[in-house]
């Protein structure tokens, strides 16, 4: 029998392998997936370290604040000012109107100092804004997807000085906590606290407690009570509810805030008692400040909001450097101020400047007591605001600048889009009933004109002529291009913009504001260490037309001669281009004019409709908007050199007759100069104008029958049968369709024409016989034309023998039709000339 010895060690043997097998398995399992972790691990490393270094990129230092907030002489960031271009003139401030402007006085909070900020204000501003202030890292992670709050004291300062460019995102949410975290760890929670203090914005443009205590209490921040300081920690949570704009919900919030100190246990029981018993005095609001340009600083902040926070603005240390001319806006205000007054029936003594000698007088007949006016003076070539008056009332300017309708005011840019696509200012248009149903203003037809005249004397009825042909959506695409939409308000800073493109010869100057190019109001953003933060002084460019059609714009609007009235209230001296615009309801009225160098636009309105306005009127409205805008140009354009527009390449001048804008005849008895784009100058002659011989005693057509002394030339304008009932309407002469009486003279034995006979009906070849003879004869000739009373003859025969009842002439008649006159001339010796004539009709 075997031994069981080499089988038990056998498969212990086999045992042994398969666990070692199992075992080598397990370690390379482990051995992998340690690896992966190990790689998964090293990428999670190296990915954190990438997003932390792409979250702290150009992450503003820290050190910056003590700069800010800790300044050598005591002085926090002085209130923001906003100055003229030349810098001499401030226009605003950003501080309270508390007399003269108080510098901001940091006062420090440590009890060491004599003037210290009090504890009370101190753990009122903790309860109110940041209760756990004591506990955190200087900063709060459950709010971080809300990215407009900012829980603690090191957040807010965080946002409001080192972050404030920065739009709100969940990666300038984390910059703003490593920032925090890191303000908190280097300076501590006493200097946190200390400058929030005297950074916090308290309303009414109070930053810092010591601002805020003389604005509100008359009095140091070192002197404030419990009840005070809990009012100002509340304020400091929401500016808006101060003490001056809602006095009792102030002191309210003032309670609340003292009830949170007792219960953090900031207060006793008693203290907390008496400071609810307090009744705060708040010192009377200071009277508002006389700003010199309202109006254009409240452009100026719409278009510096684009650019950077008002909050950081208002918080000080930056000065704002305008494109303002302190003079003319002076100067505008006192003249738009004068004349608002006197519109509306009103005298103020008070308003006095040199400049009022730029004004013209207003008919006596003229007030329209709800009145305003408001205007703006750009720079084209430099796309910069010079000065904007706001809406003035009765001869008291406001600091509003808004929209209005424009009524015709654009309709420049219906016939900008009608040059684009063939027409011209020399074009036809007959403005007549029953082409549009748009009314022209004065009520009035104005029959045949070319577009140039429409053009210069605003009538709505060509425009909408001319807007019907093109089509809205090009009218559309044009008026996007130039940044303005059809059907919506205008502002007068679109209106000078528009304009202004024609000015600088199709080019738009200004600076890139939310994807529009607009005339701004800036030059410079300095901070008070010297920063640059924005610099405007070079204009963008961007082309809209080509010169050549901007040109053809330009000499309409500026043909003083092609206006039917009131030129002379456009003459400023100088050449400039105006449009008139206002609305079907009279309401609103416009003057948009401009030269190389300036565009003023003025506006003119009325909340009710008053029928001076309306009744007998011819674009009355419009005219008042004629002498604000008269004045102003003047006023702008004051040492100014005299500039004109210069001819581009592409466009080219040509006589034309007026009003077809085709080619001039001896029959045109008025002959312009017209511009037009190269190409589409006239090629046919003018056929408006003809001259017809009239026999002045009957007032028909002479014929060829007529005695000569009753023959005289008139011209005539041939009007199309759809004209014809406005020009008996208008007197226009039309000249007459019956022909004169037809008394043949006594016959001559040596000058007639036998045949044909009078009035016989001939074709083909034509054999012309009579006699062309008698004493003296020296020639014959046979001429024929076309009509009763020809005014072109063509010679068709001639002989140097006399004739006697023979042949004259044969005359082919292949191709001719209608009524035709037949004419022996015999020429005597002494060069005396007889005729005879006769009618045929040429089938």
């Not at 809602?246 to 400071?275: C, V, W, Y």
């Amino acid at each position: 029998m075997p031994s069981t010895l080499p089988i038990l060690r056998a498969r212990r043997e086999r045992r042994l392998a398969k666990q070692h097998a199992s075992d080598s398995r397990k370690r390379s399992l482990f051995v992998s997936a340690g690896m992966i972790l190990s790689l998964a691990i090293a990428a999670l490393i190296i990915v954190t370290a990438f997003a932390y270094v792409s979250l702290t990129r150009d992450l503003p230092s820290i050190q910056t604040l003590p700069i800010l907030l800790n300044p050598p002489n005591g002085l926090l960031l002085q209130p923001t000012k906003i100055y003229d271009r030349t810098r001499e003139h401030i226009l605003f401030t950003f501080a309270p109107a508390f007399g003269a402007i108080q510098p901001r006085r940091y006062i420090p909070l440590s009890d060491t100092n004599p003037q210290h900020l009090p504890q009370s204000l101190a753990d009122a501003v903790i309860a109110t804004s940041d209760p756990n202030f004591y506990d955190h890292a200087g900063y709060d992670l459950t709010t971080i997807t809300n990215y407009e709050l900012h829980d603690t004291l090191a957040q807010r300062l965080v946002s409001d000085l080192l972050l404030f460019n920065e739009p709100p995102s969940f990666r300038r949410a984390l910059r703003e906590r490593i920032l925090a975290a890191q303000i908190t760890s280097q300076f501590g929670r006493a200097q946190i606290l200390e400058w929030y203090l005297n950074s916090a914005h308290f309303g009414r443009y109070a930053f810092g407690a010591e601002s805020a205590a003389q604005l509100y209490f008359g009095k140091s921040a070192a002197q404030l009570s419990t009840a005070e300081s809990a009012i100002l920690a509340a304020v400091s949570d929401s500016p808006s509810l101060n003490p001056h704009d809602a006095p009792q919900t102030a002191i309210e919030r003032g309670h609340e805030t003292i009830r949170k100190m007792s219960a953090l246990g900031f207060l006793s029981d008693e203290a907390t008692a008496n400071a609810l018993g307090e009744s705060p005095f708040f010192q009377p609001p200071p009277p508002p400040d006389v700003q010199p340009a309202a109006a254009f600083v409240n452009l100026l902040l719409a278009q510096l909001d684009s650019q950077f926070p008002r909050a950081r603005i208002e918080r000080g240390g930056v000065t704002i450097i305008s494109t303002l001319d302190f003079n003319v806006q002076q100067q505008a205000s006192c003249v738009s101020a004068f004349y608002a007054a006197r519109l509306a029936g009103l005298r103020d003594p008070s308003i006095q400047c040199d400049s009022l000698r730029f004004l013209s007088a207003l008919p006596p007949s003229i007030t329209i007591p709800d009145s305003s006016a408001s205007a703006i003076v750009t720079d084209p070539q430099r796309g910069q605001v010079l000065a904007a008056v706001g809406e003035t009332f009765g001869g008291r300017e406001t600091p509003l600048i808004g929209a209005h309708k424009p009524g015709s005011a654009l309709d420049a840019l219906i016939y900008l889009t009608g040059f684009t696509r063939g027409l011209s200012p020399a074009s036809l248009i007959w403005d007549i009933p029953g082409k549009t149903d748009v009314q022209n203003f004065d009520g009035a037809y104005h029959g045949p004109m070319r577009l140039r005249t429409a053009l210069a004397n605003d009538y709505p009825a060509p425009a909408a002529q001319v807007a019907a042909q093109m089509g809205a959506e090009s009218i559309d695409n044009v008026m996007s291009s130039f940044g303005v939409t059809r059907g919506a308000e205008l502002s007068l800073l679109d209106a000078a913009s528009v304009y202004g493109v024609f000015a600088e010869q199709g080019a738009l100057f200004g600076q890139d504001i939310n994807g529009k190019i607009v005339s701004t109001t800036i030059l410079k953003v300095e901070d008070n260490a010297g920063g640059l933060w924005l610099d405007w002084t070079t204009p963008q460019a961007k082309p809209i037309v080509s010169p050549a059609l901007a040109y053809l714009v330009n000499r309409s609007l500026s043909d003083l001669s092609a206006r039917a009235e009131r030129s002379s209230a456009l003459n400023v001296g100088r050449p400039v281009a105006v449009k008139l615009g206002q609305t079907a309801d009279a309401l609103d009225a416009w003057t948009i004019g401009y030269s190389p160098l300036r565009v003023v636009a003025a506006w003119v309105g009325s909340r009710e409709s008053s029928p001076l306005l309306q009744e007998g009127s011819r674009n009355r409205e419009a005219h008042i908007s004629v002498e604000l805008w008269n004045a102003l140009m003047q006023i702008a354009s004051q040492n100014l050199p005299m500039e004109d527009w210069l001819l581009p390449a592409g466009v080219s001048a040509a006589a034309v007759c007026d009003p077809s804008g085709m080619l001039p005849t001896s029959d045109c008895p008025n002959v312009a100069q017209e511009v037009f784009l190269q190409g589409n100058e006239p090629v046919q002659a003018d056929t408006m104008y003809r001259t017809y011989a009239i026999n002045h005693e009957t007032g028909l057509l002479a014929t060829v029958f007529t005695l000569p002394q009753l023959i005289e030339e008139r011209t005539y304008l041939v009007v199309p049968p759809e004209a014809r009932a406005w020009a008996e309407s208008a007197g226009v002469a039309i000249p007459p369709t019956a022909y004169d009486v037809i008394q043949l003279p006594p016959p001559n034995p040596d000058v007639n024409i036998a045949f044909p006979e009078l009035f016989a009906e001939v074709s083909g070849m034509v054999q012309i016989s009579g006699t062309a003879a008698g004493a003296d004869f020296a020639s014959y000739r046979v001429l024929v034309g076309r009509g009763l009373n020809p005014q072109e003859w063509i010679e068709v025969g001639r002989g140097d023998a006399p004739v006697e009842d023979d042949l004259l002439v044969d005359w082919n008649t292949a191709g001719l039709s209608g009524l035709y006159a037949v004419q022996l001339q015999t020429v005597r010796t002494d060069q005396r000339v007889e005729t005879a004539v006769i009618q045929v009709t040429i089938k």
